[in-house]
């Protein structure tokens, strides 16, 4: 072995590096020299191929090998993992499963790391079956590329159990478990698995803070975020593309669009996620004219807009009512980029087009430009529309069109039952009713969280389950005393309408967004910061009405970040004017 790292041939191998040409040459110099069957020349050579991206010749090298050993398929399944090539990894297993060689927790991690890569569920189970099987069920490491593989599939239950079962945790496991919740849509589980992680004593590193910031977006949870940037600046940590991005998105998402344009300048290093995290915020707040001129920047000196970035921009032209900036951002996207639109892209446009109350062209353009039969989140996107502009024909046209594509979907059947009650049309409201209740179909609950002090929130209709419920309530009636005499009146046709009129006024007066912003409002009595709020839903039409009185009455601003978009609530103003 010594003589052999000495001799010319395996000089030649490292002059060669991980470049396909000057190691097929290094090869046969190997062959001409005797040394063809080498086994630690040959283990180098390959691994070397399969950084250079040359996965079936080293495939190839080690194959034709008359006695491999585990070393060489091992080395070359981790080399294969680490450079990206899952396919090529999994392969090399296969080489170590069919000659029948020992197998080592190395070879695992790297093979279950392919797996996560291809999100390749059935084939990580069988790996993990393997693994148990030849004694390295307990292997930390190989643990914790399995919690990464089971995070990255959706299995969490599965992943959180091997997880638990890892006694030295890295900083790997803890990231796999925080961005796996954020990534499924559990962002709060992620936010307190960074929780323990702190009370664990154990190190974050840039990943950890990106999958929280990541999951701070998600959940609105700003405290958290600006208490993750305290600690990224106070270390001085390498500002990359990803944690910048982190920051501009979390910002953003936390309706907090000025720091996240703050950061946004300061970072050195943007990419294509960093332009339309900025592009989105300033959607999302209403500040279209805006999006639309980053966009542009965007397109002089940034990099090359994507499906994404195309999307932020048609979703910031709907919310902001810019029709025509929509027709050219959507034209340029296929002449200009050579991007084919999706289905999101489509419904960004009919959406900007009901929006904007031009229903005849909405649906002109799912006639014209739309391949196939348009599925029901389009079909969802006029109906908000033709609700908003009192269509009452065509609405109920195409909630009936909703409810034949997903008939046990309950929020189509709410939506037909609002259109027939504001059209008078109160026979069909009681077929609709009596229709979810044969059913069992059930309106999604809708919920509002606030977050004081770093704890959540959370408030439902009628609420009475807060330890403070008594003084919120009270807090609340004054509330809805003092805008009264301002002018507020309720908007009682945004309740059920198997109400009477004032159990109406009744439901409307406990929705959960008052509730959370009484709550907020009560416990930060003298303060001038913003009221923040996250509705899980839409905000109705009394909500937004109130809040804005609320807002003048109390010279607070209120942010309501509800299913769409984000409402800033300002001297009796919300910056939708009134498009949402």
């Known amino acids: 072995m010594d003589s052999q790292h000495r001799s010319p041939e395996y000089s030649a191998l490292l002059l060669a590096g991980p470049r396909a040409g000057p190691l097929k040459q290094a090869h046969a110099r190997l062959v001409v020299a005797g040394y063809g069957h080498s086994l630690p020349l040959i283990t180098k050579l390959a691994t070397l191929a399969v950084a250079a991206g040359a996965a079936p010749y080293a495939h190839l090298v080690a194959t034709s090998h008359p006695a491999p050993d585990p070393f060489l398929f091992s080395s070359l399944t981790r080399a294969a993992a680490r450079h990206s090539l899952p396919v090529a990894a999994l392969a090399f297993y296969r080489c170590l499963l069919s000659a029948a060689l020992p197998f080592s927790s190395f070879t695992f991690t790297a093979v279950a790391k392919a797996c996560a890569d291809l999100s390749a569920l059935r084939t990580g189970k069988a790996i993990h079956a ?14 914790t590329a399995l ?56 190190v974050p590193d840039s990943m950890t803070f990106v999958a929280t910031l990541s999951a701070c977006a998600q959940a ?15 270390e001085r940590m390498d500002m990359s593309v990803f944690l910048g991005s982190a920051l501009v998105n979390m910002y953003a998402r936390c309706g907090v669009v000025d720091k996240a344009r703050k950061w946004f300048d300061m970072l050195q290093e943007r990419n294509v996620v ?35 970035t195309f999307i932020a921009v048609l979703t910031a032209c709907a919310h902001a009512g810019l029709v025509m900036e929509g027709r050219d951002a959507f034209a340029c996207m296929k002449r200009v980029y050579g991007l084919v639109p999706r289905v999101e892209h489509y419904c960004s446009m009919v959406d900007m087009f009901g929006r904007a109350g031009l229903l005849d062209e909405a649906m002109q353009f799912i006639h014209d430009y739309m391949p196939g039969e348009p599925g029901p989140e389009v079909w969802t996107a006029i109906l908000g529309a033709c609700k908003m502009h009192k269509n009452f024909n065509l609405g109920v046209e195409v909630a009936e069109r909703l409810i034949a594509l997903e008939p046990d979907n309950p929020s189509y059947h709410v939506l037909l039952s609002n259109i027939y009650a504001l059209s008078g049309k109160m026979n069909h409201v009681e077929k609709v009713r009596n229709t979810m209740i044969n059913r069992r179909l059930k309106k ?104 804005k009185f609320i807002s003048a009455v109390e010279k607070r601003e209120i942010v309501v970040r509800d299913k769409h978009r984000f409402h800033h609530f300002k001297d009796g103003k919300c910056s939708c004017l009134e498009y949402w």
């Open 130 to 143: 393997h693994s148990i099987l030849l004694g390295f069920g307990s292997d930390r490491f190989v643990l």
């Open 147 to 202: 919690v990464v593989l089971y995070s990255k599939c959706g299995q969490l239950p599965v992943a959180r159990k091997l997880f638990d079962a890892i006694r030295d945790r890295s900083v790997v496991a803890w990231n796999a478990m925080i961005s796996g919740y954020e990534q499924n849509g559990l962002a709060e589980r992620g936010i307190e698995v960074y929780k323990e992680m702190l009370v664990a004593k154990a």
């Open 220 to 234: 609105g949870a700003l405290d958290l975020g600006r208490e993750v940037e305290r600690r990224i600046v106070s």
């Open 274 to 308: 960093t332009w339309t995290s900025m592009i989105a915020g300033y959607g999302m707040h209403g500040h279209g004219h805006e999006a639309i001129k980053m966009f542009h920047v965007m397109r002089r000196e940034g990099p090359l807009p994507n499906h994404v």
């Open 444 to 547: 999604q609950v809708g919920f509002s969280l606030i977050e004081l002090g770093g704890t959540s929130h959370l408030f439902r209709m009628g609420e009475k389950s807060h330890r403070q419920t008594r003084e919120i309530y009270q807090y609340l009636e004054e509330l809805i005393h003092r805008i009264t005499a301002a002018g507020y009146m309720p908007e009682t046709e945004s309740v059920l309408h198997e109400l009477e009129e004032e159990e109406r006024e009744g439901a409307l007066r406990y929705h959960s967004e008052k509730l959370a912003v009484a709550y907020g409002l009560m416990m930060s009595a003298g303060s001038s910061s913003p009221i923040r709020v996250i509705k899980n839903l839409r905000i109705c039409e009394d909500c937004h009405l109130a809040i």
